[in-house]
């Protein structure tokens, strides 16, 4: 479902933080002087992607191996003047906050503050009561049940009528909380908004602490991610950044960069970040910075069910993280989609090899979206390449 009206920098909600998840079928900086193998095929995928009909005016793409981040970018950041997207141009990194989440709740876990199998009516008894069995790990890797607020009407009047305005986690949690489970927590997979904006809460309620300050101590702090941050009160992304468009076939692109508040995705997406910082991200929750290897075993029990749009490859669920199964071979990571940005962001199981790539329309469908999973395979091959 797409967020535009026509005629209109208009937004329909469905599509602002996850698209429908889609089959998981199997589908076919200025690079420097050691630029990888396979960098010339990622720039044409890019190019193809920007010249496509509906693209994005601007891709990026990052590959960090042997030591060395290799940035392919064409296109525009902005489309009123030249110069391709730089990978230290802000954006919004939509889903992939949720593998952040995803850092800190196991985080605490390892340092026995919580436990993969707590409750939610352990935890925070404040929620509803139909919701009390569903576990952390559960929410974790999306077969918790939980109604994805992103789909309530109240979600959508908030885009109609006030999509600027403050959105705090409570009155994301208030547009859902009357409603039961979808299923039985365990039995199946959905992807749902909801599971993380819990879990920030929860992170919250055990350590007394702000989900921002839990982000800076457990994830800013010792990643070295000086170019992230948690916008909830501004709109504006910090300068130089990366404009978000809605792009539709026989009109101008509209700017969408600060259309939606980023408060009311929070814990679920709210994360502003640049290509590099979020190529070291990723290298770093699959190298164990935050987490000891007892938890990353945990993460690393796939169940089928794909990310949000589906990434490159077949797409399994793990504990805030996703494994995506190539034809040149497997990384893990997450997906995002946010109003002006698509994003994937993967690393290799040790996390020396990383890769990222950007666009700055939010996630396309159809022959789009399949030729973006194409583009994401071929970085990994550049990525897994000898």
């Avoid at 496509?52 to 003047?81: D, E, F, H, M």
């Avoid at 995803?102 to 404040?126: E, F």
């Avoid at 569903?134 to 999306?142: A, K």
């Avoid at 910075?289 to 990434?311: D, I, L, N």
Wanted: net charge positive; glycine share 12%.
């Amino acid at each position: 479902m797409g967020f535009w009206r026509h005629g209109a920098p208009g937004v329909v909600a469905a599509a602002l933080l996850a698209v429908p998840a889609v089959a998981t079928a199997r589908e076919p900086a200025r690079a420097g002087a050691h630029r990888p193998a396979g960098v010339a095929a990622v720039k044409r995928g890019l190019k193809g992607l920007v010249a496509a009909k509906g693209g994005p005016p601007g891709a990026i793409a990052t590959l960090y191996r042997n030591g060395r981040l290799t940035t392919i970018s064409v296109g525009r950041a902005n489309v009123k003047r030249r110069g391709a997207p730089r990978a230290t141009d802000h954006m919004r990194i939509a889903s992939v906050a949720k593998a952040y989440s995803g850092a800190v709740v196991l985080h605490l876990v390892g340092h026995g503050l919580l436990g993969l199998n707590d409750t939610i009516g352990k935890r925070l008894p404040s929620l509803p009561a139909a919701w009390g069995a569903v576990t952390i790990r559960q929410m974790l890797d999306h077969t918790s049940g939980l109604p994805n607020y992103t789909d309530s009407d109240g979600f959508k009047q908030q885009v109609d009528k006030d999509p600027s305005g403050f959105v705090a986690p409570t009155t994301v949690i208030s547009w859902v909380r009357s409603q039961g489970l979808n299923f039985t927590p365990g039995s199946s997979y959905e992807y749902s908004n909801t599971d993380n904006i819990v879990l920030g809460l929860i992170a919250q309620e055990v350590t007394g602490e702000s989900y921002r300050t839990l982000l800076a101590k457990i994830v800013f702090g010792p990643a070295r991610l000086r170019q992230t941050s948690l916008p909830t009160t501004t709109l504006t992304l910090a300068k130089p950044f990366i404009h978000g468009y809605v792009v539709v076939p026989g009109s101008k692109p509209t700017d969408v960069t600060t259309f939606l508040s980023p408060s009311g995705a929070w814990a679920s997406g709210g994360i502003a970040s640049t290509p590099a910082d979020l190529n070291r991200f990723m290298r770093n929750y699959l190298a164990r910075t935050f987490f000891g290897s007892a938890e990353q075993r945990a993460q690393m029990q796939f169940v089928a069910g794909s990310s949000s749009p589906p990434g490159p490859g077949t797409n399994s669920a793990g504990l805030a993280i996703f494994r995506y199964r190539t034809r040149c071979g497997t990384v893990y990571g997450h997906t995002g989609n946010f109003p002006g940005y698509t994003q994937f962001a993967a690393a290799t199981r040790n996390g020396k090899r990383a890769v990222t790539t950007s666009l700055n329309i939010p996630a396309p469908t159809g022959a789009l979206l399949a030729r973006l999973r194409s583009v994401q395979t071929t970085a990994v091959c550049a990525l897994l390449r000898k």
